[in-house]
Structures are given as structure tokens and as C-alpha cells.
């Protein structure tokens, strides 16, 4: 069991499994319905007539929260449908079933028309496809003016553990903000601000229900093998967060646009921020 263990990472395991753990917990990624709030108001308002896209939606907490803010239609795309399922029950629960239309489709292979959207959101998500392929895939759905607002796993200092196999082997694409918002601008955004994701963010909103869930979940597994090797590659990836946390690594969350519109000053994006460690930037020569 231990060398079969060793060997296996999330994409080897059988999406089925994967999502029926999944299916079962608040939300599928860490984030706060304060922090999906926080991001929204470093946004120009978003009329009815706007649409929003939220990619890789799963049971659509965040989706719950965008539908509450706005006043406008959300296309949430998730590949399986019982993330859909669960998506739509919330709303339902949130009386906002009404503006949340659930799309069917992989992340990689979006059904849109070009410049269709206003806002795409990936919480939690970007990393399925690829932080850079995403953001330059993505693009073209956006409306000239339009944003797209991530959150992505990001170092946020130099340090790192002694023992990088694990994160090697599951986060590859981790790195520093400065980086990730190069990769950004490369793929023809300007960064318009970000915020690191508060710790209780990882703790409390995703892994003490992820906790809560393992039980349930093998004993409705109780044949498959891989069913406890994947609650063992949860609990190792818990285990590992004090150490990024201790290191100065965490989740960043970005908020990234191609040319701002053109009534959006410098100075009025300064006065947007209301805070420190925030980044607001103006494509230059606009």
C-alpha cells in the first residue's frame, strides 16, 4: 500500500472518486464568501445586461455569492454533473436559481461565442487547465474592457521546505507573484490588484470539511483501494499546508484585465484599492 501510495498523484485517480469526495464538502478549493466579495468590489459595476462566466464552478459557493452581488446572468461551467446538481440546489436555497444558468463542458473546450463576457471567474480552478494556458485560452470569451479574477497557489517569500518532492510532484506550476503576474501580462492582461487569501481561508472553510467527509466517503468505498489512498493524499496535502504557511506560501488571489475601459483613471483605480497590498495598474500608453 505504502509504495502504491507513494506512487499515485490526484490526476491518477478515477474522476468518479474524485468527484463524489468532492460532491460532499462546502466547497472544492479554499476561499471565504468574504474574500469572493472583497474581489468583486475592486470591479466596475456590472449592469444587467452583463454576463459572467464561472469556470469550474463546482457546487457553486462562490457562484451563490456572485449571484447575490450582481444583477445579471452567470453562466457556472462545470465537466461533471454532480457538481451541477449540487450547484443548482444551493441556488435554489440562495433564491438566486433564477440567474445561474449550469453549463456542461470542460474548461479547456468552452462553448462561448468570442467576447461574450464581461467577467470570468476562476476560484480555486485555473490550475486544472494551467495558470497561463487558462488566462491566454480564456481571453477571447472576454469583452473588450472585460476582467477575469483567479486564485492561484503562489510563493509569497523566498523560503522553501527542504523536501520539495511533494509539491513538485502536485503543484508544479507554483511560484511567486511577481512571476505569475509576468505570465499574466503575457498572455495580454494588466494586473489590476490582489490579496492573499486569509489562512482560515485553507482551515476552516475547506480542510475541516474536507476532515469531516473521509469517514462517510470510505465507508461508502469500502472495496476500492484507491478510495483510501486518496484520503491519504488529502490528509498529506493538510499536513503539508503549516508547512507552506510557516515558508511563506500560500494561495494568491489575482484579478487580471486586458486594456482597462477608458473612464477608469490611475487615480480613480487608486481610490478602488482602500487598502495595502493591493495592485492596481493601467495598461501603459491608454
Known amino acids: 500500500m505504502n509504495k502504491e501510495k507513494e506512487s499515485v498523484v490526484i ?5 468518479t472518486l474524485i468527484v463524489d469526495f468532492f460532491r460532499r464538502i462546502d466547497r472544492q478549493g479554499p476561499g471565504g464568501d468574504q474574500e469572493t466579495l472583497k474581489a468583486t468590489f475592486h470591479l466596475p459595476v456590472l449592469g444587467a445586461n452583463a454576463r459572467i462566466a464561472d469556470i469550474g464552478c463546482g457546487t457553486g459557493r462562490q457562484t451563490a455569492v456572485l449571484a447575490e452581488r450582481f444583477d445579471c446572468k452567470i453562466d ?5 454533473p454532480e457538481m451541477l446538481d449540487g450547484l443548482m440546489c444551493r441556488c435554489m436555497q440562495r433564491g438566486v436559481a433564477d440567474k445561474v444558468d449550469p453549463i456542461k463542458a470542460s474548461m479547456d473546450a468552452l462553448p462561448f461565442k468570442p467576447e461574450t463576457y464581461d467577467l470570468m471567474w476562476a476560484e480555486g480552478s485555473i490550475f486544472i487547465i494551467g495558470y497561463e494556458k487558462g488566462l491566454r485560452y480564456w481571453r477571447q ?25 511533494w509539491i513538485l510532484d502536485n503543484l508544479p506550476e507554483i511560484d511567486t507573484i511577481d512571476n505569475k503576474n509576468r505570465q499574466m501580462q503575457a498572455a495580454g492582461y494588466e494586473s489590476v490588484a490582489h490579496f492573499t487569501l486569509p489562512e482560515h481561508c485553507w482551515t476552516d472553510n475547506y480542510y475541516a470539511h474536507m476532515t469531516k467527509a473521509m ?38 488571489q489575482s484579478w487580471h484585465s486586458p486594456p482597462l475601459p477608458p473612464c477608469l483613471t490611475q487615480a480613480q483605480s487608486e481610490r478602488r484599492a482602500g487598502g495595502a497590498g493591493l495592485q492596481l495598474v493601467r495598461q501603459a500608453g491608454k
Open 11 to 15: 490526476e491518477d485517480f478515477d474522476f
Open 76 to 80: 457556472a461551467v462545470d465537466l461533471f
Open 141 to 165: 470569451f472576454l469583452k473588450p474592457g472585460g476582467f477575469v479574477v483567479v486564485s492561484e497557489c503562489s510563493w509569497l517569500g523566498y523560503k522553501r521546505p527542504q523536501n520539495m518532492s
Open 215 to 252: 469517514d462517510a466517503f470510505l465507508a461508502d468505498h469500502p472495496d476500492n483501494p484507491f478510495a483510501q489512498i486518496f484520503v491519504e493524499r488529502m490528509k498529506e496535502e493538510m499536513a503539508w499546508f503549516p508547512q507552506w504557511n510557516w515558508r511563506k506560501a500560500a494561495c494568491a
